[in-house]
């Protein structure tokens, strides 16, 4: 009975907090427990949960990580009080009403076991009555009254120690108050200001926090990106942070000093112990409390701040994930290099690699000549439709070379496009791409790579580690296994959103379908190898491990293409086959027919064709999936045009208007590859005319954008760009400046690697007291480990 209850008030507590019903959050619950995937609840029980799509019931599964956890932990509270034979009725419900892990561990701290404090020898030695003496009475002289507790064998040598010692029992009693913790914990979340100071000697080493040596900003309102900064330059110990309660430091602690007086009933009013009494509230704060709440805040602090930047990195992974395929066309990909080489690897419609070679146009060799040959024949031997170009070192002088190929092939239909390389080099030294190509050097999978991610991006970057992707800010400074289960969840929802064709599906993408492990997918290959392409989707119940339960959550999302069953291309789930019989009985025309009809399927009713356990919504889904079957949602391929002659960051002239692709979004901008080997930045408030609270309202990575470049450091390698193109150019002001790049190193680019740019103004104003501090230089580590997802 009791679990029934806890399961009810959990389902209430998530439902309200998602804006469901609790019966919705309570059947999520289950199917979750069942072992149902987020991708499964939300497209093929929409019936059991009222429709509560994929984001609702992300939200859901993580609170309830969380709330199953603060259930756990109040059990052993519970269980640890009791034991102490210290749980009274009144703190028992206190600690059942506590709806946060802070509130219980506030209400467990007086009774958490712990080692030996002065509090507690102060009591051996029979100090207590001291305390409560002159506690209860302030009338009483301290030196008098601590003269009867002076006992030289108990370790009280005099009334200094016997005072010392009672004032560690008050201190101790009032710091583990929990009301008054609570009390005080939320005034400096909200009056708290964060301020830094450089470590002495450091400021040279530490020059790029220089705009933090002196920094003090409000702790509820200090931008996450602007927050792990602060931390990390702790971390490496160029920074001192403090927390003061208000931009008046020693009025706030007098405050909070009289709040521990208040709380503790003491008050001067001239009598003998009243001053002595006032000391141990200050010191309470002080020494104890102030410290005590600094670190707890600052860990709340960092764990909203780490959420968020986890959040912005789901976020771009999602986009570049879900970037438009350019669909089945040979793709020949180039990995530029210099000294190295470019290495070259050509796939057919299907990702087949056919052919390899590496050519040497840049120097030191400069077989300009030879190179464009090579290109040529491989391009006309193999019928290549596109051209990938790494956007790596070298990229735009290999652009150059590969639009000469163009121009001297007689192919029309030949296109060159720059593709991000992020993550190449760690796909090209992995096992996965061991196995896929045992016998090819290593640097000539990263071309491989380059070229399939244009085929198919989301095919080809589930192959890599989510973290090496490179697409976030931050990201070693994040708890390293949230981030990993956060973007593990959002590969997962794009990779079932888009659906996956099982007969030329990698393993890699396999093991991202909705109930389908590694090795389960490795069998579904292997089984593939041995026997032939499936002809059904019921052939997969073959697969060694593969059993009714997994089936059940893998195969809507597994498609056939030209098999036996037509609705085995679809996403329509085969349990509700009988659905779409009754729609074909209803229509008399076979199923081939109806397929893509569209007209004649938007005139049919819902409502026809349901039953016990398919309501209206499944059969809609059902319905919209028939009139275009296997549709992708991602959106038709395009590619940016980089201006002609615009090669490098010295190329750059302020006004200039340049078509560029959105690379990286952060919390202070979007990052923008305009082909120059450095990415310009468009700082929040220059991304739209209008106020930007959140810069992937307006872009994500990916986007094509047209930009104004508003200012060129060269030496610093810094591009401020805008989308307001009647904005104008020229040095911003001092406080509008971007983030400076000390530090950084200046060589090529890799993966994403040292990258990043200036942008101008700031979408926030300053507040009296604190520094407002926009996108400045001191956030150079910022902008440099954002670009390379550190």
């Not at 999520?28 to 994929?54: C, H, M, N, Q, W």
């Not at 009483?140 to 601590?146: C, E, N, R, S």
């Not at 150019?729 to 990043?756: L, V």
């Amino acid at each position: 009975m009791q679990d029934i209850k806890l399961a009810q008030h959990i389902a209430q507590t998530i439902a309200a907090e998602i804006g469901a019903d609790p019966s919705q959050a309570k059947a999520a619950i289950a199917l979750l427990d069942e072992g149902a995937s987020v991708p499964f609840i939300a497209r093929y029980r929409k019936e059991a949960t009222g429709g509560l799509d994929d984001t609702q019931l992300r939200n859901l599964e993580v609170r309830l990580t969380y709330l199953r956890e603060l259930e756990d932990r109040r059990a052993a509270v519970l269980a640890s009080i009791q034991e102490q034979g210290k749980l009274t009725d009144e703190l028992r419900s206190e600690i059942a009403g506590a709806d946060t892990k802070s509130r219980l561990e506030d209400l467990y701290l007086p009774y958490k076991p712990k080692r030996r404090t002065r509090a507690q020898i102060a009591r051996e030695a029979g100090l207590e009555p001291l305390a409560d003496g002159l506690l209860s009475d302030p009338s009483l002289d301290p030196q008098v009254f601590a003269a009867g507790f002076v006992d030289a064998d108990k370790g009280v040598a005099d009334t200094k120690a016997a005072l010392e010692g009672a004032r560690a029992i008050l201190m101790e009693r009032w710091g583990e108050d929990a009301a008054l913790v609570g009390e005080l914990r939320q005034w400096l979340a909200e009056t708290g200001v964060i301020r830094a100071c450089v470590v002495e000697g450091k400021e040279a080493e530490g020059a790029k926090y220089r705009d933090y040596f002196d920094h003090a900003e409000s702790l509820a309102k200090i931008p996450s990106h602007r927050l792990l900064a602060l931390f990390r330059a702790r971390r490496e110990e160029f920074l001192f942070l403090e927390l003061d309660p208000g931009s008046d430091a020693e009025a706030g602690h007098q405050y909070a000093e009289g709040r521990v007086a208040y709380n503790a009933g003491i008050a001067d009013k001239g009598r003998v112990a009243d001053r002595w009494l006032l000391d141990a509230c200050r010191l309470t704060w002080r020494a104890k409390l102030h410290m005590h709440l600094l670190l707890d805040l600052f860990n709340q602090a960092r764990e909203k701040a780490e959420a968020e930047a986890i959040a912005v990195f789901g976020d771009n992974l999602k986009d570049l994930l879900l970037a438009a395929p350019a669909g089945p066309k040979t793709v020949l990909g180039l990995d530029p290099g210099i000294r190295t080489g470019c290495k070259i690897a050509v796939v057919d419609a299907t990702g087949k690699l056919v052919a390899t070679e590496t050519i040497y146009p840049h120097e030191p060799r400069r077989q300009w000549e030879q190179s464009l040959q090579t290109l040529k024949h491989l391009c006309a031997k193999h019928n290549v439709e596109l051209i990938a170009i790494g956007n790596g070192t070298a990229s735009r002088e290999t652009d150059k070379l590969a639009g000469e190929v163009i121009a001297a092939c007689a192919n029309p239909r030949l296109q060159k496009v720059v593709v991000s390389e992020a993550g190449a080099s760690v796909y090209s030294a992995s096992e996965f791409a061991a196995k896929e190509f045992p016998e090819l050097d290593v640097s000539l999978r990263g071309a491989v790579s380059i070229a399939r991610r244009l085929q198919d991006p989301l095919a080809e970057l589930v192959k890599i580690e989510p973290k090496a992707i490179g697409v976030g800010q931050y990201q070693h400074d994040v708890d390293q296994y949230r981030l990993a289960k956060a973007l593990d969840a959002r590969v997962e929802d794009c990779v079932n959103a888009v659906g996956v064709f099982v007969n030329t599906a990698s393993a890699a993408l396999l093991s991202r379908v909705s109930g389908l492990s590694p090795s389960v997918a490795e069998n579904i290959v292997r089984h593939r190898d041995e026997n032939g392409p499936f002809k059904r989707r019921k052939e997969l119940l073959k697969v060694p491990r593969l059993g009714d339960k997994t089936f059940e959550q893998c195969a809507g999302f597994l498609r056939i293409a030209d098999g036996d069953e037509p609705l085995d291309a679809s996403a329509v789930h085969p349990e509700a086959y009988p659905v779409v019989e009754r729609i074909v009985s209803a229509a008399d025309r076979p199923i081939k027919a109806l397929l893509g009809d569209g007209s004649y399927l938007r005139s049919l009713k819902p409502e026809q064709f349901t039953d016990d356990k398919f309501g209206v919504p499944t059969v809609r889904d059902i319905l919209r999936e028939l009139e275009k079957p296997g549709r992708d949602p991602r959106p038709e391929f395009k590619a940016a045009r980089f201006a002609e002659g615009v090669e490098d960051i010295k190329d750059l002239r302020e006004g200039m208007i340049l078509e560029g692709v959105v690379s990286n979004v952060a919390a202070f901008g979007a990052f923008v590859d305009i082909g120059v080997h450095q990415d310009g930045l468009i700082h929040i408030s220059a991304l739209s005319d209008t106020f930007v609270k959140d810069p992937r309202d307006v872009v994500k990575a990916g986007d094509i954008v047209k930009v104004k470049v508003l200012e060129v450091d060269v030496p610093r390698k810094r591009i401020a760009l805008t989308r307001r193109l009647d904005d104008a150019t020229g040095p911003a002001r001092p406080e509008e400046r971007a983030p400076r790049r000390d530090g950084q190193g200046a060589g090529p680019r890799r993966d994403n690697g040292n990258r990043g740019g200036a942008g101008r103004g700031s979408n926030t104003g300053s507040r009296p007291g604190v520094s407002s501090a926009p996108a400045n230089n001191a956030l150079a580590d910022a902008f440099a480990r954002a670009r390379r997802g550190g």
